[in-house]
C-alpha cells in the first residue's frame, strides 16, 4: 500500500510543477514586445582616429632617473693616446662586487686592522663586504685608490666611443641611515 501512495504523491508534485512552468513565460513576452515596440536611439559616431605626435629621445646621455645616485667627483677624464696600454686586464681574476653596478652599493662603515684601512660595503642583497685598495668593484673596472672615513674613492675604466679606454674617477659615499 505505501507504494501506491508513493505513486500519487510523485504525481501530484509532478502536475504542480508543470503548471508553474506554463505561468513563467508571459510576463518575458510582454518585456520583449515593449522594448521592440520603443524606438532605438541614435548611436553617435565613431570619433576620428588621431595620430599621435612623434618624439625624439634626446636624453640618451643623461643620469638614468631610475637608478640610485651616486656621488661621483666628475674630475676631467684623462684620455690617453691611442697606443698606450690602457685597458682591463682580461687575465685577471674579478672579483665579487664588480658583479654590481657602482651606484647598488653602500659605504656603511669603516674598519682599521694592523694599519690598513678597510670599508665596510653593503650589496644589494644586504651583504657587507670589507674593501681596501687595490680592490674593484663597480661593473666599469673601478679599482679602489683610496679609502676615506667617509669615503671610497675609486678609478673606473670605460670605454670611450672611439673603442679606446680612458679612466674617470668615482666615488661611494657613507650611507646616510
Not at 618624439?55 to 640618451?60: G, R
Not at 653593503?122 to 687595490?134: A, F, I, M, P, T
Amino acid at each position: 500500500m505505501t507504494e501506491n501512495w508513493v505513486k500519487i504523491l510523485t504525481m501530484v508534485l509532478a502536475a504542480a510543477l508543470l503548471t508553474a512552468c506554463e505561468r513563467g513565460t508571459r510576463d518575458l513576452e510582454q518585456w520583449v514586445a515593449e522594448t521592440l515596440r520603443t524606438p532605438g536611439a541614435e548611436i553617435d559616431p565613431i570619433p576620428p582616429v588621431t595620430t599621435p605626435e612623434i618624439v625624439s629621445y634626446v636624453a640618451f646621455d643623461l643620469r638614468d632617473p631610475f637608478q640610485r645616485r651616486v656621488a661621483r667627483a666628475e674630475e676631467p677624464v684623462e684620455e690617453v693616446a691611442a697606443g698606450a696600454a690602457l685597458r682591463p686586464d682580461p687575465d685577471r681574476r674579478r672579483e665579487f662586487l664588480e658583479n654590481f653596478p657602482l651606484d647598488t652599493l653602500r659605504m656603511v662603515g669603516t674598519l682599521e686592522i694592523e694599519g690598513t684601512n678597510f670599508a665596510l660595503v653593503r650589496d644589494n642583497d644586504n651583504v657587507v663586504h670589507r674593501v681596501s685598495e687595490g680592490n674593484h668593484m663597480g661593473s666599469n673596472h673601478g679599482r679602489v685608490v683610496r679609502v676615506g672615513r667617509d669615503r671610497v674613492e675609486l678609478v673606473e675604466l670605460i670605454e670611450d666611443p672611439r673603442g679606446g679606454w680612458m679612466e674617470r674617477r668615482a666615488q661611494v659615499v657613507m650611507a646616510e641611515n
